[in-house]
């Protein structure tokens, strides 16, 4: 994959988080500058070049957001969602409505409404996380217990400190030895 759009000889980025939108969308978060970067692999079958000149949506590279600098861990949980644990341990919700890279680069335009909003709270030592469908997270502590969440809600309107909007086992350990 390429970091960024291949014109005028610029410098590669160090991407900090990458994170899957599926249907071959992949988010990275850009470590100098928190800058929210958008790419689609249009082939999804290994034929892109390999110097990420083609197989790349038009808009792959483009910038659709900014101030992703506290994002401490990204995991997509398709459809466009991206759950985000920022470095206080707060859980954050965002859904990108285009899911086509042409969201504001400022991220003003092409995110739903209770994006950014706080859907959870003291993920402060959550090392690790996955999502599975249907809003499953997959959360792994530091001491390396496993933990499962599962997000009803979907849409961001979630209590702060969630207490609404998830599962009645969201939180239950289910797995240890994950470290």
Known sequence: MRAQKNRGGRSEMSLAHLAS???G??????????????YRDEHQDGTNAPNGS????????????????GARLLAGGGDGILYV?????????YRDEHQDGTNAPNGSTG????SGNQIGQHW?????????PKGVIYAVHQDGRLFYYRDE??????APDGSTGWDTNSGKQIGQGWA
């Open 85 to 93: 644990v920022h470095q206080d341990g707060r859980l954050l919700f």
């Open 54 to 69: 083609t197989g790349w949506s038009a808009n792959s590279g483009n910038q659709i957001g900014q101030h992703w600098e």
């Open 124 to 132: 402060e030592q959550i090392k690790q996380i996955i999502c599975g």
């Open 21 to 23: 939108g599926g249907n």
């Open 111 to 114: 995110w739903s409404t209770n």
């Open 153 to 158: 809600s979907r849409d961001g309107s979630n």
């Open 25 to 38: 969308i992949i988010y990275g978060v850009v470590a100098q500058d928190g800058r929210l970067l958008f």
